[in-house]
């Protein structure tokens, strides 16, 4: 279902006079109302992105005062000359009932920004005035990221983001608060939201993804054979073992119970817990750097 959002972007023009008291708190000098432009963004949100992450609730309100004071840059065509705005304040605002993905009640940080009216910035100003949009990405850190389904840190746990595991879709829950950095527009075309950058790199970030795969396709193969060849185990029992061991630890484990499950069964009768249940990146070998 596509859920309309509010534009990430929203002209206000020139702030009231408790608004000005705001910018002024952080501005070099005293500034009049009538030199200032301000407008307001949405920074982030509690729904599921496109990386299959989301914020905790409680992380969009720690988030909020941290933003306060931070600037933001706009894409190259015009920071090439200069141009930035600043936050001046934020609050955490409650949906209007709409709900996330996932069915929980929509909340979303919110930004106020001045910039100033400068000629430089004419051609901008008309721009948000105008209502074409820009997308706004946020970039921040936060301390860990949790797993919906089970509720451990997602790099230890079996689930992997983006799956569905019972009908219920595992999203990575970015929890704890920890940095904010600047925020950019991006002149691309509208997005349902904003973009929010988590990570420094997309090829450190991929190479992370991979190797988490290749960790948890590790533990469910342990898991997988343990329950064949230990049938008195539990499974929850067992998943949360293989969730403590490193890959020495699990490849040493596979290698053991192949050879008790071979011993299980009878003569030249191959198990079928060969490559095919593992990513193919993973059963070529791709990881053994
Ligand atoms: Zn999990």
């Known amino acids: 279902m596509e859920i309309s959002k509010e534009a990430a972007v929203k002209a206000v023009g020139a702030p009231e006079p408790e608004e000005l008291a705001l910018i002024n708190a952080l501005a070099r000098r005293e500034l009049e109302a009538g030199e200032v432009y301000t407008f307001t963004l949405r920074l982030c949100d509690n729904d599921i992105d496109r990386d299959f992450e989301r914020f905790d609730d409680a992380t969009l309100d720690q988030l909020a005062p941290m933003f306060v004071g931070v600037s933001g840059v706009f894409d190259h065509q015009w920071s090439a000359r200069g141009q930035t705005a600043r936050i001046y304040r934020t609050e955490v605002v409650d949906g209007d009932g709409s709900l996330t ?3 929980r009640p929509c909340r979303y940080l ?4 001045y910039m100033m009216r400068t000629q430089e910035n004419a051609a901008l100003i008309a721009e948000i005035d105008g209502g074409i949009k820009r997308e706004v990405s946020v970039g921040c850190a936060v301390e860990q990221v949790v797993c919906s389904i089970c509720g451990q840190e997602l790099d230890a746990c079996l689930h992997e983001k983006g799956e569905e595991y019972g009908g219920q879709l595992c999203c990575g829950v970015l929890t ?6 600047e925020w950019s ?5 509208a997005q349902r939201k904003a973009g929010v950058i988590k990570s420094a790199g997309r090829r450190l970030e991929d190479e992370a993804r991979l190797g988490r795969k290749y960790l948890k396709a590790l533990r469910a193969e342990v898991v ?23 890959e020495e630890e699990l490849l040493g484990l596979i290698k053991l119970y192949r050879e008790k499950a071979g011993a299980l069964t009878a003569p030249r009768v191959q198990l079928s817990y060969g490559e095919d249940s593992l990513p193919r990146e993973i059963a070529d070998g791709a990881f053994l750097i």
């Open 110 to 113: 919110k930004g106020w920004a």
């Open 185 to 189: 527009f991006v002149a691309v075309p």
């Open 101 to 103: 993905a996932d069915g």
């Open 176 to 181: 704890g608060a920890s940095d904010v950095y």
């Open 224 to 246: 997988r054979l343990a329950a064949i060849t230990e049938p008195q185990a539990g499974h929850a029992l067992l998943e949360k073992v293989s969730a403590k061991l490193d």
